[in-house]
């Protein structure tokens, strides 16, 4: 699913699994969740709820120790101001021999309810069942470009937003994925996504190969661009790759150079390890497809500076009080890591 367009959606709807038989699956469930059964009387219904937390792939399983049941499973999104989503109808389905079950994905937290009617039953039934809940994974970079653009399209968390103004900020969301990933993407159009480069520990082959899938089940959606209707393949997801990685140097070079000067860590005895020539390097007109030879030297001269060194400079350059002990650490990190690069 694509876990940031989609709020909610059944990817298995209810089915009798017959490779699970009942009475085996319910000795299962007595075992490891001895707590999840309910009774229902004869000819009454009875429900039982079980809360769902947002973001989350759901699996649920119900199986009955005699006889038909009736069986209804809703869920309930907390914001969705009372409105059910329906799981499985209130069909009357024989789960005295298999398990009943299904699967769905919600972003919103919400109640997940298993209703049974015995209405017409003349004995009592138990029902058991089981939960899996499974968080779904998050794209950072998607989150950071569709947030970026919905703060400037629709202000700010006070706009309730319509269903006109999400398709058009999605619109321009996957405009701003198109010129990020064939390149034409100018740096000084990804400012806002820098918090997600510096702040966040990201898996830059792993988000971009999400930003790929998305733009395919989108373009798929809306057919306007068949032409790029196809999987990325393993040479434009490294290419992208690429790009991102020298990005997120460049990210750095405000608080690099500024941590540069106030220490006196590089020298300019030589010229070519001036902060001039770093300052250079900083050109917000480059565009992401122009960054790979532009940022080649800056990529290879930052290459042993591992996040732990650029948040250690972050941190000083942003304290207005460095001890000289804070100093020392700084310059040595520093100082060995170029050492290093020019083995």
Known sequence: MMNCLIPF????????????????????????????FFKIMAKKTSFRDIKVQERQRIQWFI?????????QVTFTPDDSHGKMEVLSLGNKVSVERYTIEGEYETLS??????????????????????????????????????????????????????????ATVLERAFHFIDSLLNGRMKLKDMVDLKAIFCNKNINVRDEVKKLFSYRLIANANSQKEPTINAEATEQEIEQVCEWLQIYQYYSYINIIVTCVQRFNIISNENPDETINSIIQLSDENCSLREITERYRNLKQRFRKLTNQHLQLIKAASECPNVNDEKSRVIHNSWTTSISRTKR
């Not at 089915?15 to 699956?25: A, G, L």
């Not at 199986?63 to 069986?71: H, Q």
Request: a negative charge; charged letters at 25%; aromatic letters at 6%.
């Open 109 to 166: 937290s919400g109640i997940l309810t298993i209703e049974v009617n015995n209405e017409k039953g003349q004995v009592d039934r138990v029902v058991w069942f089981r939960v899996k809940q499974a968080s779904l994974s998050k794209s950072h970079l998607f989150e950071g470009i569709f947030n970026m653009i919905y703060s400037s399209s629709c202000g700010g968390n006070d706009h309730t937003a319509t269903e006109i103004d999400v």
């Open 63 to 71: 199986a009955s120790e005699r006889l038909e049941i009736t069986v």
């Open 9 to 36: 959606q059944v990817l298995k709807p209810a089915t009798i699994n017959q490779e699970h038989t009942s009475s085996k699956y319910i000795e299962q469930v007595k075992r490891s969740h001895p707590d999840n």
